[in-house]
């Protein structure tokens, strides 16, 4: 292992921990290393784990200053922060405001890599659209899971609130996506996936995209009774499940054009 | 065959209290209770005879067998029907959702109808009017109606054209009148550009005319029997809102009616009829007053509550934009509702302003007349849907938040109301450590009420035992062996085993701390975007008026610290107790209060805080003790200074 990445294993372990003492031995360390790139990954890591947009925004130039690729950079630093968050809210560590707070941070950093990066190196792990559904407003819970999903680097469609039902599925087909994920946090508008799921039945897209749900009032039960196919119980649970419906779905998709391809 | 030698286990559910455990096959109900501290009365210590802890059985009733004989002895057939059976003699064999009905409650609830005394005189739309009609001769053949509006008009200069008589009370009228010697009570109800003749009572009865007024809250309801003749109250009483177990939150409760129908709409509408119902007769029972001498009722609650207690489908409501079904008030005949009282009484449900902002909202406006101010006031009605006000007599603006019933007790392991031996108030001693409790009545600790969960988090963080975010703070447990690592986590001891009523320790869990903190968040983000949106600060504040089922009983100082509100002087909070049943009753007593709560509901413009951009990262800032920037409580931050929480930079010193 080299230095700079036995630093980086350090820093990351005791982030993950709340070290402060090793996290800033670390920081030193890669200081005195001088690499630029390792400086200015750590940075966007802590960014994130503490929740600092400036932080975040001014390491995303500097990585890229860095001669650090603008995708390594979302991947290596950002994302790596997104899930040491994570992990540090499954164990009840943080709490909802950290989580809300690391998402802003991991914009700032988002917002100036993005653009940099060029088209051909988008959209290639999965699409994956989302929104709170018909009737529900409260969109918090989307946007953590928004935030730990652009973090694992596939690319997302937020169609937003108050969605209406027939756009989840126009957006579905339009975009070519893999997923349809929808939120909700009132009880009333859990109705509204039903009518998504009925109309995804109805109109044959069924076996095309995997749907998942999420959000206060939902349960698992109400999963299994309107015939979705995942449901998150928390933020790290559905992007958990968002990469096992994706890996699926890519392969069903496969061995149809594989079958197709056979017969002709 | 099992191959498991765990024991079989299920989840048994008890409700209003939300609480639920898994417990091993064949478990007594009662002893599953009493692990949960559910407040389930008992006095023959389990053995069937004293028929004390009845309980419905939800679901799972089936899996209960037959009935026993013992329990028929202490169970009507309604009941048996109902789904009702005694917790010592039920075994548990599968899940079960259970109801512990107001009867098998231990101890006396601490009413909670308390508020704010607002001097109106008594101006009813019902008065009674004594005659003496003349004696019916040769020389006069008038019809018994026209003798009697004859009279009316003599006596009381009542104008005959204006008077209807209600038909079903004809028939009697003419025996009545004989039997009485032509001396009898007329009750006259004001309808809208009328005058009703309700009933004709023989002699003179006019001594005893009395009106009922309720609040009906999401998890609460507060009742009222009012004498109308002088506007004081008669007899208070209050009840949980039995249709918790239809859900906990309104819009459960409204999902369960758009998913079961007008079956559940009737249901949920029974339900809650029938809390009043109970409460109507215990007041009548406590005041020596008739059912029949009830000739007007009154009410608040929020719109949901509007919607499920008038009948009025509420799915559309729940859905954004949620527009409410009436705005204005309602008057209806109590019988269609099936209320308990006069069968011609009127029941009068006050208007509501928007789909989360109701009647509730208004009576509250309404008793601390906010709106004739010239100083900035902002109300706040806390609850499981808090409602907030602003403003003053050139504009009040309106927003709601749903923070949840965690500070009703509600999803707190050991939260209960506010009945005999629930910890009120919790004081810890920031250098020693050492915690006091005061509980209902001095009587043994059963659980932890409402104003204590609101000491709790204040007074843990004094102590250092819990950080600025809300964490139990591990290093502390070095110091007090009262924090500790449970099961679920770490949790602090409020009451050890030996001195609670209860065989086991009550404590408060770091999920407990978690409920409190985004319940108080929402309260917080509410007040605070609707000072942003009018473009004030806390500054601007000259009085806070605090209304809610606490009535008087937090320690406002520790509200505050915890960040439930916005920082001011404590001089300039004023707890108000329950605003929403002191409006019910001047809407009762009062023609202008009526007139006046239609004004509100025109004028007060509502705010819809799921459109503020600022919503999440206020709610997130929110989620701190007291708030993410203390530059915003600046008495909160020099008081933690003092203690030696924080640092100059406001940062948690934490213990080396």
Excluded at chain 1, 223 to 242: C, L, P, T, W
Excluded at chain 2, 580 to 606: F, P
Aim: hydrophobic share 40%; proline share 4%; charged share 30%.
């Amino acid at each position: 292992m080299s230095e700079k990445e036995e630093i980086l294993k350090k820093f990351v372990e005791a982030s993950a921990g709340s070290d402060e003492e090793k996290v800033e031995e670390a920081l030193n360390e890669a200081k005195e290393l001088g690499d630029a790139q390792l400086i200015a990954q750590l940075k966007l890591i802590r960014g994130v784990d503490i929740g600092d947009e400036e932080m975040c925004a001014e390491a995303a130039k500097e990585a890229v200053e860095a001669g650090m690729a603008p995708y390594k950079a979302i991947i290596d630093g950002l994302a790596k922060g997104m899930e040491i968050v994570g992990g540090k809210y499954e164990c009840k560590e943080y709490f909802l405001p950290e989580v809300l707070m690391s998402a802003d941070a991991m914009y700032s950093g988002l917002n100036y890599l993005l653009p940099l990066i060029p088209k051909d190196e988008k959209g290639t792990k999965g699409k994956i659209i989302m929104g709170v559904v018909e009737g529900d407003v409260h969109d918090i819970g989307k946007n953590i899971v928004k935030a730990m999903l652009t973090a694992t680097g596939y690319e997302l469609v937020d169609l937003g609130r108050d969605v209406p039902t027939d756009d989840f599925i126009e957006s579905a087909k339009k975009e070519g996506a893999q997923v349809i994920a929808m939120s909700t946090l009132m009880t009333p508008t859990l109705m509204s996936m039903k009518t998504v799921e009925d109309k995804l039945k109805t109109t044959g897209m069924k076996d095309k995209v995997r749907t998942i749900i999420g959000g206060g009032s939902v349960t698992d039960e109400w999963r299994a009774k309107i015939g979705s196919d995942a449901y998150g119980k928390d933020a790290m649970e559905a992007v958990d499940k968002v990469k096992m419906l994706i890996d699926q779905i890519m392969v069903a998709v496969k061995k149809m054009k594989e079958t197709e391809e056979e017969e002709k | 065959m099992k191959l498991s030698s765990e024991p079989e286990k299920f989840e048994v559910i008890f409700l209003p209290h939300g609480r639920r455990d898994f417990f091993e096959l064949g478990t007594r109900l009662l002893d599953a209770s009493r692990a949960l501290a559910i407040d389930l009365a008992s006095d023959c210590g389990g053995k069937g005879t004293c028929g004390k802890c009845k309980v419905r059985i939800d679901e799972g009733l089936e899996s209960l067998g037959k009935i026993k004989p013992s329990e028929e002895k202490h169970l009507t057939k309604d009941m048996i029907e109902g789904g009702y059976r005694l917790a010592c003699l039920a075994k548990i064999r599968a899940p079960l959702k259970v109801y512990v009905p107001e009867i098998s409650r231990v101890g006396k609830q601490r009413l909670q109808t308390e508020g704010l005394e607002v001097p109106v005189t008594a101006n009813p739309f019902v008065r009674k009017y004594f005659v003496k009609m003349p004696v019916p001769t040769l020389h006069d053949v008038r019809s018994d109606e026209d003798r009697l509006l004859d009279t009316l008009k003599k006596q009381y200069k009542l104008d005959p054209n204006t008077l209807v008589m209600e038909f079903d009370i004809a028939n009697d009228f003419p025996k009545i009148a004989r039997e009485a010697n032509w001396e009898v009570t007329v009750t006259v109800w004001k309808d809208i550009g009328r005058y009703k003749i309700i009933t004709i009572e023989p002699g003179d009865t006019s001594g005893r005319c009395f009106g009922f007024a309720c609040d009906i809250g999401s998890t609460k309801l507060a009742g009222f029997l009012m004498d109308l003749n002088t506007g004081k109250v008669a007899a208070v009483g209050s009840r949980m809102n039995p249709q918790t177990p239809m859900g906990e939150d309104v819009l459960s409760r409204i999902t369960s009616v758009m998913m079961g129908g007008k079956e559940a709409q009737d249901k949920i509408h029974n339900l809650v009829v029938g809390g009043i119902n109970e409460i109507i007769e215990e007041c009548c029972e406590k005041a020596n007053v008739n059912i029949n001498e009830i000739y007007e009722l009154c009410f608040v609650g929020n719109t949901a509550m509007q919607m499920l207690f008038l009948r009025l489908w509420p799915q559309y409501t729940a859905f954004s934009p949620y527009p409410p079904v009436l705005r204005r008030g309602v008057n209806v005949p109590a019988p269609k509702l099936d209320l308990k009282s006069h069968p011609n009484a009127n029941a009068y449900y006050v208007p509501v302003i928007g789909g989360f902002v109701g009647a509730d909202q208004i009576a509250v406006i309404q008793a601390t007349r906010m709106l004739e101010r010239e100083e900035i006031t902002m109300d706040v009605d806390i609850g499981t849907n808090t409602e907030i006000a602003l403003g003053n007599r050139d504009l009040v603006t309106s927003d709601s938040c749903a923070s949840g019933p965690a500070f009703e007790g509600m999803e707190i392991k050991f939260g209960i109301r506010a009945a005999t031996g629930a910890i009120e108030a919790v004081s810890i001693d920031p250098s020693s450590l050492e915690l006091i409790h005061r509980t209902i009545e001095d009587q043994p600790p059963v659980g932890i009420c409402g104003s204590a969960l609101i000491d709790i988090p204040a007074e843990l963080l004094k102590s250092g035992l819990i950080d600025l975010k809300g964490k139990f703070v591990s290093k502390m447990a070095e110091e007090t062996n009262r924090l500790r690592k449970g099961a679920e986590g770490w949790e602090y001891v409020i009451a050890w085993t030996d001195e609670s009523a209860t065989e086991h320790d009550i404590v408060i869990t770091q999920g407990d701390i978690r409920e409190l903190q985004k319940a108080k968040a929402a309260m917080h983000t509410g007040a605070e975007l609707m000072l942003r949106m009018r473009g004030m600060t806390e500054k601007d504040i000259d009085k806070m008026w605090l209304a809610g089922a606490f009535g008087n009983y937090i320690n406002p100082e520790n509200a505050r610290t915890i960040g439930m509100y916005p920082e001011l002087p404590t001089e300039k909070y004023v707890f108000v107790g329950n605003a929403a049943g002191t409006g019910a009753r001047m809407s009762l007593i009062s023609q202008e209060e009526r007139a006046y709560v239609e004004k509100i509901s025109t004028t007060v413009v509502y705010y819809e805080l799921a459109t503020d951009p600022d919503f999440q990262s206020e709610y997130a800032r929110a989620n701190y003790f007291p708030y993410q920037d203390l530059n915003k409580y600046p008495l909160t931050r020099d008081l933690l200074l003092r203690l030696g929480r924080i640092d100059e930079k406001g940062k948690f010193i934490y213990p080396e």
